[in-house]
């Protein structure tokens, strides 16, 4: 009697205690951590932050997401991994060093496989960007929108590029991908694949000669003020995703998924919209700063000499020449 008596008591103040508590505590708030490798003000920063707090808002305390700039979370590859495994929430990836990891997105890192930002555009925002979303999702990526990279041009310490030739026997940084080492070694060159955040110093050192990148990035990792002749080769116009661990998305009433997919879309809208306005602006301020800047009228001779890169990289992955192949025809 005693016994029961005394169960009964607990098992109601327990009931009690759980009530009053769900009163005073409503769901707690699910804390996302999103990993970006950009500064301040970069456009990716501010599309993130504002997908950040619109997901914030529209969510009424269920979720708050928070966005990391600089790499201060780790390097890409790492940052990769940890979104994989759900420790970090979301990220703004390229898809350059997800090749290691996403095969198909290799195809992505094909030198001038894109003719132009418009033709990347019309095959990401179509069904061949649903393959690729797809070949993310099987390893824990939900791509929910693509974001700008422009095009990435070489720069270094010593002088203009304007023929292969003038690429030889530079030590010229990559990201890390050894398709980035086939291409810059296909063009005579010396390739290290090294962390973005090391690449300031080793141009001061001397480590490198050079390095590869759009403009906004030129100029936001300072490696302008090392580097001063750009040289427009544009051999590589690289999408980005705004990508979601798949565990944190799957965690999601359909009614919180429909939020976080419509404001990685807007996201991307902000995105590009503002990389058209950043490039221009960074173009400026290396100019400004003294940057020679040289364009390429004829860049077949560069385009040849990647016929090897293409032609090894289809001999290891046969089943991706006829993506490949439907790309490049595409425009
Ligand atoms: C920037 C990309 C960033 C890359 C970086 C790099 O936005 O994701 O990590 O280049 O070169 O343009 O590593």
Redesign the pocket.
């Known amino acids: 009697m005693e016994i029961t008596r005394f169960a009964s008591k607990t098992l109601c103040t327990t009931a009690v205690s759980a009530a009053m508590l769900a009163m005073s505590f409503p769901a707690m708030a699910e804390n996302w951590r999103g990993w970006n ?2 500064p301040d003000g970069y456009p ?1 920063t501010e599309a993130l932050e504002s997908f950040a707090e619109a997901v914030t808002d529209r969510t009424e305390g269920r979720l708050t997401l928070q966005v990391y700039n600089n790499a201060v979370l780790g390097d ?1 590859p790492d940052a990769i991994e940890q979104v994989r495994n759900g420790a970090l929430a979301f990220a ?3 898809m ?2 997800m090749g290691p990891i996403v095969n198909e997105t290799n195809v992505l890192s094909l030198p001038f496989i894109f003719n132009s930002i418009d033709h990347m555009h019309e095959v990401m925002d179509g069904e061949i960007g649903q393959q690729f979303s797809d070949a993310l999702a099987d390893k824990n990526l939900i791509a929910l929108s693509w974001f700008d ?2 095009a ?1 041009s070489l720069y270094n310490t010593s002088r203009p590029i304007n023929t292969p030739e003038d690429v030889e026997g530079l030590k010229i ?1 990559v ?1 890390n991908n050894d398709l980035y080492v086939d291409m810059i070694e296909a063009l005579g060159g010396n390739a290290t694949p090294m ?2 955040g090391e ?1 300031y110093q080793s141009l001061t050192t001397g480590v490198l000669d050079g ?4 403009y ?2 030129f100029e936001s990792s300072n490696h302008y003020e090392v580097a001063e002749y750009y040289s427009l080769t544009e051999h590589l116009i690289i999408p ?1 995703c705004l990508c979601i661990a798949k565990a944190k998305w799957e965690s999601l009433s359909e009614e919180d998924q429909e939020i976080v997919r419509e404001e990685a879309i807007k996201a991307s809208e902000m995105q590009r919209q503002l990389w058209v306005e950043g490039s221009q602006q960074s173009h400026e301020i290396v100019l400004e700063a003294g940057v020679e800047i040289n364009e390429i009228e004829d860049k077949t001779a560069f385009q040849d000499l990647m016929e090897p890169v293409y032609a090894s990289f289809i001999e290891d992955n046969p089943e991706l020449e006829d993506l490949i192949n439907t790309i490049r025809t595409s425009n």
């Not at 390095?211 to 759009?214: D, F, G, L, S, T």
């Open positions: 490798i950009h990716n890409q703004n990836f390229n350059g060093p990279s422009g990435r940084r990201m962390a973005y690449v390095a590869e990148n759009n906004p990035s980005e």
